[in-house]
């Protein structure tokens, strides 16, 4: 997990690291284009306009354009789809301005360090664009600019790691991350002590933990973070609440889960939002996701595929496992779940087919890539 700090005109990061999700299951595509024909920038997102005048994404354009000194009058269209929820809490908008800045930078041939320029955008999109395990530095300078993202380690570094993401809620969240990092750094007492005191040891120990490949502790690491986080978020006036009652319940069963041997299996970790990243190894996945799907059962009603991703079938669970829990199954309390591992950054896409926009440079109504899977 990680928070932010706002000053005037920066929104100053506190350091995270962070593994990137894999492309074949959780992706945004963009494709840009620039003309002096079009008469203003315009922007479309998994088909529907958008408004282009959000002050984050004109500083994201504008230190683009800086950057290449692109002459005025030359106007951008932006055509962006993705896969999984917006504003869900799934780091969406985060992939979705590294894509942008990325295929804008493609455009207009600017080979410069881009990851200060995605978060402008949005904050966690500077991880966003590396792939592997990537670090957020808080950086020292006053406008923000040191504060970039650098790959810990690459995406083929530890292939036994993957992710389950559990979609308990693929709404719109009730406070944004933005609005919510905002409030906290006015009123949280709780955020001063953790940007001091825990962050800097925790990135020392999680960098560590990644190039050791030393599960346990990437575990532990991760759900204390991820608990702290949303301690900060309670301690915000007003408080500020993303966990709901089934977030609560899968904290719950990953604690149940790794106390049976005394050995972590598994590690929750919640952002600004209700659904959860549950990491585990290859060894563990299969009997996980038939834990998760034992307990957080699909709605019968539904004709959507419940696991998509790596898995396409549900494993059945242990009854001997199951019995042990001594906790009720919630049916349709998950909308689906994502299996996925570790994937790379963003990436040019050579085929003419996937362009999302038409020779006119308007959204090419034939494609659509918004299905999860």
Not at 7 to 19: E, F, Q, T, W
Not at 200 to 222: D, S
Not at 253 to 282: E, H, Q, R
Not at 343 to 362: I, R, S, W, Y
Request: some cysteine; aromatic content about 8%; hydrophobic content about 35%.
């Amino acid at each position: 997990s990680s928070l932010g700090t706002a000053h005037s005109r920066a929104l100053m990061h506190l350091g995270s690291v962070y593994p990137s999700s894999n492309a074949h299951q959780l992706r945004a595509i963009t494709s840009v284009a620039t003309s002096k024909s079009f008469t203003r920038d315009r922007m479309w997102l998994n088909g529907q306009e958008e408004d282009i005048n959000h002050p984050r994404l004109q500083n994201a354009l504008r230190e683009i354009r800086k950057l290449a000194r692109q002459e005025e009058g030359d106007h951008f269209h932006i055509c962006s789809e993705n896969n999984f929820p917006t504003a869900a809490g799934l780091a969406s908008s985060a992939a979705g301005y590294a894509c942008l800045v990325y295929s804008l930078s493609r455009l207009l041939q600017v080979d410069s360090e881009l990851s200060a320029i995605a978060r402008q955008g949005s904050g966690s999109a500077c991880r966003s664009m590396y792939g592997g395990f990537v670090k957020w530095e808080k950086g020292d300078r006053p406008d923000g600019r040191d504060s970039i993202a650098v790959q810990v380690a690459t995406e083929t570094h530890w292939p036994e790691m993957h992710a389950l993401i559990l979609v308990v809620n693929a709404g719109k969240k009730i406070v944004s991350s933005t609005v919510g990092m905002e409030t906290t750094v006015h009123t949280s007492q709780l955020l001063k002590y953790r940007s001091e005191h825990v962050v800097p040891h925790r990135m020392v120990q999680m960098e560590k933990a990644i190039k050791e490949r030393n599960f346990e502790e990437f575990a532990k690491i991760t759900m204390q973070d991820s608990n702290q986080f949303h301690a900060v978020c309670l301690d915000t006036d007003p408080p500020i609440f993303y966990l709901n009652d089934i977030s609560k319940r899968i904290i719950q069963l990953i604690t149940i889960y790794n106390s049976f041997d005394g050995n972590i299996k598994a590690a929750y970790t919640f952002d600004a939002g209700p659904n959860a990243v549950l990491y585990t190894l290859s060894s563990q996945v299969s009997q996980l996701l038939a834990l998760v799907s034992h307990f957080f059962p699909p709605d019968h009603t539904s004709e959507s595929p419940f696991v998509i991703g790596l898995s396409q079938t549900t494993p059945v669970i242990d009854k001997k496992l199951a019995e042990q829990f001594q906790v009720e199954p919630i049916p349709g309390s998950l909308k689906y779940i994502i299996h996925t591992k570790v994937g790379g950054g963003p990436c040019q896409l050579n085929d003419p087919k996937q362009c999302l926009l038409n020779g006119d440079g308007l959204p090419n109504r034939e494609l659509h890539h918004t299905s999860p899977m």
